[in-house]
């Protein structure tokens, strides 16, 4: 049995919760599991499935990535020589530094997995807000370009964008996705109606555009049903700009209901007719695993990440970014439709349960051993 290092920002209370407990009692079936990651103090616990080393959080967020990227080489070294750490999987190439330095430098049989969700940079540069942008990029490209030289396998999310980097520096890869709890989402045999949005109210995830699309479509359509959207509002001034669409249209059949727990957007899936999308980038979609898993298919833009698998194999129905006559016109065909409705339900839950059913994180990670230590 390996012993692994889960290295990250990851928000792991001191009591984990329903979700990451089955996560880790997955994953102990094959791997003794630790993991390192903020908390509001410095101290570990033994969760008996998962052992955690919380790393005071500072309050700043700039001294936050600086603490966890930088400056805790020799604690994070002493950890993985006290638990005596086989592989570390980093959530993205700047969270590897560390890691990568303790394989150059002090134990260099450990091996070094990568997480690639996506763009990571251009998501995180979207979503926080850091004064001198042009720096950032330009140290997370030199970090990046190192940490992925001295990796031992990629784990991506996405096929092609995965390979396209595997390729670029001669590394093996695998691609699955991140963790899902199919024991949250499952489908409830419930009166569906009502489309919804599940996902951050940002910029790149095209809210603005779904509140116009479905108004004019809805007008046009007499259709009553309401677009509910649930999510973090991670961008303020977005946000408000969402909202004044809204006010100034007069619109009442679009409603922000804020962010649900998992058991909470279960029964919102498995009561809603379609989740809608209109992301100009993604990594593989976690909301489209989830709904898929509650039987709820989806009309979602035609992008990397969606298209495939989800477009090709799921019940996604795919759509030109930022074209509403095709949205809209989709959208009709759809409502229209029993049997494709009937036909999306069932391809949308069959590629879910193959992608996040029972079993399939922890053998997708005793195929990252495999792959790692074959010769």
């Not at 997955?26 to 101290?43: A, C, H, Q, R």
């Not at 990535?65 to 950890?79: D, E, G, Q, S, T």
């Not at 809805?218 to 509002?233: H, Y």
């Not at 409502?335 to 036909?343: I, R």
């Amino acid at each position: 049995m390996k012993n692994l290092l889960l290295f990250g920002t990851t928000n792991y209370g001191p009591t984990l919760n329903s979700s990451d407990k089955l996560k880790f009692q997955e994953l102990s079936k094959n791997f003794k599991t630790y993991v390192i990651t903020f908390g509001d103090e410095n101290k570990y616990i033994d969760h008996n499935i998962v052992g955690i080393k919380y790393m005071k959080k500072p309050k700043i967020l700039f001294f936050q990535y600086f603490k966890f990227y930088f400056i805790n080489l020799i604690a994070v070294k002493n950890f993985c020589v006290e638990k005596n750490i086989d592989i570390i999987s980093s959530k993205d190439p700047i969270s590897a530094f560390i890691p990568t330095l303790i394989k150059t430098i002090f134990i260099k049989d450990i091996k070094i997995v990568i997480e690639h969700h996506g763009d990571f940079l251009n998501l995180l540069l979207n979503q926080r807000r850091f004064k001198n942008n042009f720096l950032i990029k330009l140290l997370a490209n030199f970090l990046s370009n190192f940490t992925y030289k001295k990796c031992d396998l990629i784990r991506g999310v996405e096929e092609n964008y995965t390979l396209n980097l595997a390729k670029k520096y001669s590394k093996k890869y695998i691609t699955f996705p991140a963790w899902v709890d199919y024991s949250n989402y499952k489908i409830q045999n419930l009166n569906r109606k009502n489309l919804v949005y599940v996902g951050n109210i940002i910029p790149r995830k095209g809210v603005d555009f779904l509140i116009r699309s479905f108004h004019e479509f809805a007008q046009e359509n007499n259709f009553k049903e309401k677009l509910l959207i649930i999510g973090d509002n991670q961008n303020t001034k977005y946000f408000n700009e969402c909202q004044k669409i809204i006010k100034d249209k007069n619109i009442e059949n679009i409603e922000f209901i804020g962010k649900k727990s998992p058991e909470e957007l279960s029964l919102i899936y498995s009561s809603s007719k379609l989740l809608v999308m209109a992301s100009n980038f993604e990594g593989l979609p976690r909301v489209l695993i989830e709904s898929g898993l509650c039987a709820t298919p989806s009309l979602a833009t035609n992008i990397q990440g969606i298209n495939d698998p989800f477009g090709k194999y799921g019940g996604t129905i795919l759509y030109e970014l930022n074209n509403i006559t095709d949205f809209q016109q989709k959208l009709k065909n759809f409502l229209e439709n029993e049997n494709l409705q009937k036909d999306l339900q069932e391809k949308s839950y069959k590629l879910s349960k193959n992608l996040s059913g029972k079993g399939s994180f922890l053998n997708n990670w005793i195929k990252v051993e495999k792959i790692i230590y074959e010769k």
